[in-house]
């Protein structure tokens, strides 16, 4: 049968921009409804807010699960499901929806009030479904002679996606909470609070935070982690944790049971009060609030214990929260779909990239192309079952678009110059788009400072996974966004030749890092022969060449330094002086006759055609010269704000494969340019070069991209 537009088996209706876990409980539903085949619609209570709609759900409408319908237009139904009905507050228009039967799932106390502005709706007749039996009891109190649900309406148990095995090891576990803002999901005083969520064993984090006086009372507040609803979905939420645990005020009967029975399945230890034992049996661990840091420290101290929780948890869940059990009470309401059953829905994306998954690399706008060159390599060593997308922050759109992949451009902050948290709210916008677009598998970020728009835009997005590509030996000053590591599913750390010279802010955290080796653009077969790379630039094949590399001029004087260079390597006779140029540079080097400019990218793949090369000694050069055998004199920019040049250049000299010269000592550079041009210091630079390990890491970091994106190997 072929439905109306109109027409839905299933319509939801909820304020779909509510915190807790209702959006978890109608993906869960809406899960089990479109894989039985239920065509469903969404209908957000109360219409117009501002806010933003659960992460959760905007993921089910992504994925086809459900048609969202605004107001004013005819809608039929067999069977409408409102959620959460004793939170509207005031009568909203529901004119032209009508269905069969009106079930309403009441999770908390509702006012005569409220429910009378639902029984003058007139959408079609009404029964009351209570999640629990505290809430029953409250409905049998009013006397209403409204039809009650024999069965209370539970949450559907099913897992979420386990942690993954490359994330970031933490030093102490993390302790989660979901609930919404409402007085009666937290304890009275913000003494009991502070007491249940002490500082110290566990990372506290808070899917929606207190109310706001309780909050501005609590002394314990300041470690934890609270997140806007909007900032994350439940569902990767309670996949980061490692317990939860819920201790509402004395008598509320209101539970986030969505997120406690999917904890509960997943294998996370949930902590509850006693008086929840009833509704979750041998599920959960009890105890009192002040006892709730220590019991769950015990649990995951003992893996017998924690193993037979497990077990006991997923039994409880298999007989209490079934999805067979919701499919057949649907049944009973709506009769049976009258489509079949449609496909799994992640086939959908799947289907949309041409048969393949999709890897969304996002390069930070840096100081020149590191962080582009760095992802483009690893994207380069993705096989056919990934396709590479890129959002670049900064303006590398054209080195993008000549390897072939597809390419968006995001203006970066120093580009639109605005205040940094007005350009991230910005930022996680359009990143979101973007990721919406072309929703991704994994989202790879390489850059300092990934911002609270990054991370809340991929984990907000549900499905994907975050990667982030960490460089070592940064300045002293630590990246303020630092401590956002513990949000992604893995960090890469490419590997440094001079790695036991970092002492950066980095080198304390090699606990959450998985380290490849020094990540290259290009491998050694890629680089053009000496005759073919001379042939290319016109150079002549019986004279010796120098490559000067002086950087981006961000934030040193490199026309006066390339003018020294150039100065004193003209002194050579027949010494052909090439000079490479950013396509991104801060400045336009100008012109030095006699000499030739290199623009283009990768400039590596010229590298043969050079006897030695003067240059600064970033990430990328400093990695490519010595793998690919060019001795070089470094000329390190050692501005506090760059990484660690002047540690790298000095490694490399202490270690034979290159000259360290210093700004301050360039009187110095014409007698290295003599060794340079000399076969046997020259021979000797080499192969201190070939003595260091040429694997390229960006193969394993692109096996990497390639397992979290469910790719097998």
Same mark, same amino acid.
């Given at each position: 049968?072929?439905?109306?537009?109109?027409?839905?088996?299933?319509?939801?209706?909820?304020?779909?921009?509510?915190?807790?876990?209702?959006?978890?409980?109608?993906?869960?539903?809406?899960?089990?409804?479109?894989?039985?085949?239920?065509?469903?619609?969404?209908?957000?209570?109360?219409?117009?807010?501002?806010?933003?709609?659960?992460?959760?759900?905007?993921?089910?409408?992504?994925?086809?699960?459900?048609?969202?319908?605004?107001?004013?237009?005819?809608?039929?139904?067999?069977?409408?499901?409102?959620?959460?009905?004793?939170?509207?507050?005031?009568?909203?228009?529901?004119?032209?929806?009508?269905?069969?039967?009106?079930?309403?799932?009441?999770?908390?106390?509702?006012?005569?009030?409220?429910?009378?502005?639902?029984?003058?709706?007139?959408?079609?007749?009404?029964?009351?479904?209570?999640?629990?039996?505290?809430?029953?009891?409250?409905?049998?109190?009013?006397?209403?002679?409204?039809?009650?649900?024999?069965?209370?309406?539970?949450?559907?148990?099913?897992?979420?996606?386990?942690?993954?095995?490359?994330?970031?090891?933490?030093?102490?576990?993390?302790?989660?909470?979901?609930?919404?803002?409402?007085?009666?999901?937290?304890?009275?005083?913000?003494?009991?609070?502070?007491?249940?969520?002490?500082?110290?064993?566990?990372?506290?984090?808070?899917?929606?935070?207190?109310?706001?006086?309780?909050?501005?009372?609590?002394?314990?507040?300041?470690?934890?982690?609270?997140?806007?609803?909007?900032?994350?979905?439940?569902?990767?939420?309670?996949?980061?944790?490692?317990?939860?645990?819920?201790?509402?005020?004395?008598?509320?009967?209101?539970?986030?049971?969505?997120?406690?029975?999917?904890?509960?399945?997943?294998?996370?230890?949930?902590?509850?009060?006693?008086?929840?034992?009833?509704?979750?049996?041998?599920?959960?661990?009890?105890?009192?609030?002040? /006892?709730? #840091?220590?019991?769950?420290?015990?649990?995951? +101290?003992? !893996?017998?214990?924690? *193993? =037979?929780?497990? @077990?006991? &948890?997923?039994?409880?869940?298999?007989?209490?929260?079934?999805?067979?059990?919701?499919?057949?009470?649907? /049944?009973? #309401?709506?009769?049976?779909?009258?489509?079949? +059953?449609? !496909?799994?829905?992640? *086939? =959908?994306?799947? @289907?949309? &990239?041409?048969?393949?998954?999709?890897?969304?690399?996002?390069?930070?706008?840096?100081?020149?192309?590191?962080?582009?060159?760095?992802?483009?390599?690893?994207?380069?060593?993705?096989?056919?079952?990934?396709?590479?997308?890129?959002?670049?922050?900064?303006?590398?759109?054209?080195?993008?678009?000549?390897?072939?992949?597809?390419?968006?451009?995001?203006?970066?902050?120093?580009?639109?110059?605005?205040?940094?948290?007005?350009?991230?709210?910005?930022?996680?916008?359009?990143?979101?788009?973007?990721?919406?677009?072309?929703?991704?598998?994994?989202?790879?970020?390489?850059?300092?400072?990934?911002?609270?728009?990054?991370?809340?835009?991929?984990?907000?997005?549900?499905?994907?996974?975050?990667?982030?590509?960490?460089?070592?030996?940064?300045?002293?000053?630590?990246?303020?966004?630092?401590?956002?590591?513990?949000?992604?599913?893995?960090?890469?750390?490419?590997?440094?030749?001079?790695?036991?010279?970092?002492?950066?802010?980095?080198?304390?955290?090699?606990?959450?890092?998985?380290?490849?080796?020094?990540?290259?653009?290009?491998?050694?077969?890629?680089?053009?022969?000496?005759?073919?790379?001379?042939?290319?630039?016109?150079?002549?094949?019986?004279?010796?060449?120098?490559?000067?590399?002086?950087?981006?001029?961000?934030?040193?004087?490199?026309?006066?330094?390339?003018?020294?260079?150039?100065?004193?390597?003209?002194?050579?006779?027949?010494?052909?002086?090439?000079?490479?140029?950013?396509?991104?540079?801060?400045?336009?080097?100008?012109?030095?006759?006699?000499?030739?400019?290199?623009?283009?990218?990768?400039?590596?793949?010229?590298?043969?055609?050079?006897?030695?090369?003067?240059?600064?000694?970033?990430?990328?050069?400093?990695?490519?010269?010595?793998?690919?055998?060019?001795?070089?004199?470094?000329?390190?920019?050692?501005?506090?704000?760059?990484?660690?040049?002047?540690?790298?250049?000095?490694?490399?000299?202490?270690?034979?494969?290159?000259?360290?010269?210093?700004?301050?000592?360039?009187?110095?550079?014409?007698?290295?340019?003599?060794?340079?041009?000399?076969?046997?210091?020259?021979?000797?630079?080499?192969?201190?070069?070939?003595?260091?390990?040429?694997?390229?890491?960006?193969?394993?970091?692109?096996?990497?991209?390639?397992?979290?994106?469910?790719?097998?190997?």
């Amino acid at each position: 049968m072929v439905h109306s537009n109109n027409k839905f088996d299933v319509v939801l209706l909820a304020d779909m921009t509510r915190g807790g876990d209702i959006g978890l409980r109608i993906r869960r539903e809406l899960q089990a409804l479109a894989g039985r085949g239920y065509r469903c619609a969404l209908r957000h209570l109360p219409p117009g807010s501002r806010q933003t709609v659960s992460p959760d759900i905007q993921r089910c409408v992504r994925e086809g699960l459900a048609m969202p319908v605004g107001a004013g237009g005819a809608i039929s139904a067999r069977l409408a499901i409102a959620y959460s009905p004793g939170v509207l507050s005031a009568p909203v228009d529901l004119g032209g929806l009508s269905a069969e039967r009106v079930i309403l799932v009441v999770d908390g106390p509702p006012s005569p009030k409220q429910m009378g502005y639902w029984f003058g709706f007139g959408v079609g007749p009404m029964s009351w479904a209570p999640t629990n039996r505290w809430v029953r009891a409250r409905l049998e109190e009013f006397g209403f002679p409204v039809p009650l649900a024999e069965e209370d309406w539970r949450a559907i148990a099913a897992p979420c996606r386990p942690r993954p095995d490359l994330a970031p090891a933490r030093l102490v576990p993390v302790l989660g909470r979901v609930s919404t803002n409402s007085a009666a999901q937290w304890p009275q005083t913000a003494e009991a609070l502070d007491a249940t969520y002490a500082a110290g064993a566990f990372d506290v984090w808070m899917h929606g935070g207190p109310p706001n006086d309780l909050r501005k009372e609590i002394g314990a507040a300041s470690s934890w982690t609270i997140l806007d609803p909007a900032e994350m979905s439940v569902e990767r939420f309670i996949e980061a944790i490692d317990v939860l645990a819920y201790f509402p005020g004395v008598k509320s009967p209101e539970l986030p049971e969505a997120a406690i029975v999917a904890a509960m399945v997943s294998g996370k230890p949930v902590i509850l009060p006693e008086r929840f034992r009833p509704h979750f049996g041998e599920g959960a661990i009890y105890a009192a609030p002040s /006892e709730a #840091l220590s019991v769950a420290a015990r649990i995951l +101290a003992d !893996a017998p214990a924690l *193993a =037979a929780l497990r @077990d006991q &948890a997923a039994e409880h869940c298999r007989w209490s929260n079934p999805q067979s059990a919701y499919l057949e009470r649907i /049944e009973s #309401l709506a009769g049976p779909p009258e489509r079949s +059953a449609r !496909a799994a829905p992640a *086939a =959908a994306a799947h @289907d949309a &990239a041409g048969g393949k998954s999709r890897a969304l690399f996002v390069p930070a706008s840096g100081i020149g192309l590191g962080h582009v060159a760095r992802l483009l390599a690893i994207a380069r060593r993705l096989d056919d079952a990934v396709e590479p997308v890129f959002a670049s922050l900064g303006q590398a759109g054209d080195v993008i678009d000549a390897f072939g992949y597809r390419s968006e451009y995001i203006p970066s902050r120093s580009d639109t110059r605005a205040p940094l948290s007005e350009w991230d709210a910005w930022f996680r916008h359009d990143l979101g788009e973007v990721i919406d677009r072309y929703e991704p598998a994994v989202v790879v970020f390489d850059g300092n400072n990934p911002t609270p728009g990054l991370v809340q835009a991929v984990l907000a997005h549900g499905a994907c996974r975050l990667v982030w590509v960490r460089r070592g030996m940064g300045p002293e000053t630590p990246s303020p966004f630092l401590d956002n590591a513990r949000f992604f599913d893995c960090v890469i750390e490419p590997g440094e030749y001079a790695a036991e010279r970092d002492t950066g802010p980095t080198s304390r955290l090699r606990h959450e890092v998985v380290q490849v080796p020094p990540i290259r653009l290009l491998d050694d077969a890629e680089l053009l022969s000496r005759e073919d790379a001379r042939r290319e630039m016109g150079l002549a094949p019986d004279r010796p060449a120098v490559l000067v590399q002086p950087g981006s001029g961000a934030n040193r004087d490199i026309v006066e330094l390339t003018d020294r260079l150039v100065s004193d390597l003209r002194r050579f006779d027949g010494l052909q002086i090439i000079i490479a140029e950013w396509s991104n540079g801060a400045i336009s080097l100008p012109h030095w006759p006699g000499t030739r400019r290199l623009r283009g990218f990768p400039i590596s793949r010229h590298f043969n055609a050079f006897d030695f090369s003067v240059a600064a000694a970033g990430y990328n050069t400093f990695h490519e010269v010595i793998a690919h055998g060019l001795p070089t004199i470094f000329v390190a920019n050692r501005h506090p704000s760059m990484d660690d040049q002047g540690a790298r250049a000095e490694f490399a000299q202490d270690r034979g494969a290159a000259f360290d010269l210093k700004e301050q000592e360039m009187h110095l550079f014409p007698t290295l340019c003599r060794a340079m041009l000399t076969p046997e210091a020259n021979a000797v630079l080499r192969e201190g070069c070939a003595a260091f390990d040429r694997a390229n890491g960006a193969a394993e970091a692109a096996a990497i991209v390639k397992r979290l994106a469910g790719v097998a190997p």
